[in-house]
């Protein structure tokens, strides 16, 4: 086995990307295990794991979750994948009438293994806060919380399977043997103008038309279907410690600039509270850089004032493959930012 190798400086560019990506394919990880597994969802262990989505998983835990609290929680299906699987939605809120809602989605990007692992936590704090944390309680109270954990669920489990460090969908198109679309870049928001790729091989692939993908047709569907509910629209994404608001297609400011600033500058101190986490916050354009065809964007277009984009843990020490011991501290920080954005939407109806 090669243990050790040296290569000449002015090649180190060349040499690393190549390495990494040796690296990253060596890193394939179980899907199919059975309920007692290393993968399986349970939260009653002391440290977390990150879950495939496979019948004894995410998939199963929507399942669950729902038949466990049926006065909190119900599962729907959107829509389905390119591969054919379903996409479950929760619904987290005491039924009430004309209530208002907050979308969150995670797992757009598929190698942002603790995007997901937040929406799961997500839901179950709220199910098992309800009735003894007043501000929970009165968020499910008031509100709906519309919970998608894994937008991109064909590329979360391709990341499981076969390639640790992919991103995109697993689509396939004509006149290219390159698979995949970024389901970010394919939003009717400034589609394909700035910060996306036509090249069916790039990792931000704007696809062929705006909502080509299933997966992004689905959520987008929904939304539309639910405007007049839908009061803030909330997408998890790592890495980099961000919150990111509109616009990321142009560095034109939203009507809202003023009143979205304020509402990241108080979430992010909330989340830094807890472990001193620090987050930069700004309109995605300036903050992180110029992307088209965002689903945050699109949302804000849509009317959607409160619409926000997460990216979590870390700053890039661990990116993607952040270890499991972070997933508990940065689901419980993110929640405190999640809940204030919440309570500020409950407090700011419109
Ligand atoms: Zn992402």
Redesign the pocket.
Known sequence: MLEQFSVEQHTIGMVLPILRKLIYTMLVFKCEVSKDSLFSFSFKKRSLNYHCYTKQSIAAWTADIAAQNPDLVSRSVIGKTYEGRPMYLLKVGKSGSNKKAIFMDCG??AR?WISPAFCQWFVKEAVETYGKDTVMTTLLDKLDFYVLPVVNIDGYIYTWTNDRMWRKTRSKHAGSTCIGTDP?RNFNAGWCTLGASKSACSSTYCGPAPESEKETKALADFIREHLSTIKAYLTI??YSQLLLFPYSYTYSLPSDYEELNSIARAASKELASLYNTEYTYGPGATTIYPASGGSDDWAYNQGIKYSFTFELRDTGRYGFLLPESQIKPTCEETLLAVKYIANYVLEHLY
Do not use: A, G, P, R
């Open positions: 757009f990007h942002e970010n994404h790592s």
